[in-house]
């Protein structure tokens, strides 16, 4: 996946927000809710209600690193923003 | 959003919580509350029936300390718009 | 639909429903619709101490946004059907929510009975 992941940032200007979405499959992200909490992982999957599913997931509470979780779903509405990030996972 | 697996197989977040039917599940609720349980049903909006669930309650929204108020119930139906997140438990 | 569904089959049945706010509410559960909105009847056990002016009240209606938890005596529900259905998504519900509506309010006996036969049926 890390290959794609330069071309996914040359592109992902001109991608629409879903394509962009599905074209960082696999690749890590964090994903900040509402409550300030963050999610580092790699991303399985997500849908158009902005459900997701992070795998060898970090909770990050400010700052801190938290719990960790194998596979999580994060319920749409929580989420505030998703970021890519360039690690290679 | 047809999105593939490894196998590619198509895949889509409430996959992994179609797997955890008759499973162990924690959720993590709002008001700083967890569900753990066994999942028995759940629909899109993340409404949820869990068996045998133990849930905990934490002070003000700080979960580092580690004392929660502990609460059982045999059966619960948990709304969907609590839910912050699903984990399963192997 | 779904829990439209899964609720309707636990109308006569006593729940705890636990409010978003805390109250904590004992009674018989009389109606529900698809908002998962609930009647319920025979209340009891309102907080007693906390909520005192609440002990008079009988029955009631409940919004169902405001519902974080409905606690049910286990035994009234079916864990394989309603993993079932879940696994199936919302075709079979529209069987099942044909089937409720076609029954009798008193024959609630028979109501998982009719259920179980929507899964047959769907299952066809």
């Excluded at chain 2, 955890?20 to 959720?27: N, R, S």
């Excluded at chain 2, 569900?35 to 068996?51: A, E, I, P, T």
């Amino acid at each position: 996946m890390s290959e794609s992941a330069a071309d996914v940032k040359k592109e992902s200007s001109k991608l629409d927000p879903s394509k962009f979405l599905s074209e960082i499959i696999g690749n890590a992200v964090t994903v900040k809710l509402h409550n300030g909490v963050e999610y580092l992982g790699k991303l399985q999957s997500i849908d158009g209600y902005m459900n997701i599913v992070l795998d060898e997931t970090k909770e990050v509470i400010n700052g801190n690193i938290g719990r960790t979780y194998g596979d999580v779903f994060l319920r749409g509405n929580n989420g505030k923003y998703l970021q890519y990030l360039k690690l290679p996972f | 959003m047809s999105n593939t697996d490894v196998d590619g197989n198509p895949q889509e977040p409430f996959d992994l919580v179609r797997y955890q039917l008759d499973e162990l599940v924690l959720v993590k609720l709002r008001g700083a509350r967890e569900m753990k349980g066994r999942l028995q049903g759940y629909d899109s909006h993340c409404n949820m029936v869990l068996s045998d669930a133990v849930e905990y309650i934490y002070d003000l929204g700080e979960e580092v300390n580690s004392n929660p108020t502990v609460k059982k119930s045999e059966m619960v139906f948990v709304r969907g718009d609590s839910v912050i997140l699903i984990n399963p438990i192997n | 639909m779904l829990f439209f569904s899964f609720f309707k089959t636990l109308v006569d049945q006593e729940v705890t429903v636990e409010l978003k706010n805390d109250i904590e509410i004992k009674g018989t559960l009389k109606s529900v619709d698809q908002y998962l909105n609930l009647k319920l009847d025979n209340i009891s056990g309102i907080n007693e101490t906390k909520y005192p002016h609440l002990s008079a009240i009988k029955n009631l209606f409940i919004r169902g946004s405001t519902v974080r938890y409905v606690h049910m005596d286990p035994r009234s529900v079916d864990c394989t059907l309603l993993q079932d259905a879940s696994r199936r998504g919302k075709f079979l519900f529209l069987f099942i929510t044909m089937a409720s509506y076609s029954l009798p309010r008193d024959k609630k006996v028979r109501r998982t009975n009719y259920i179980t036969e929507a899964v047959a049926q769907s299952s066809k």
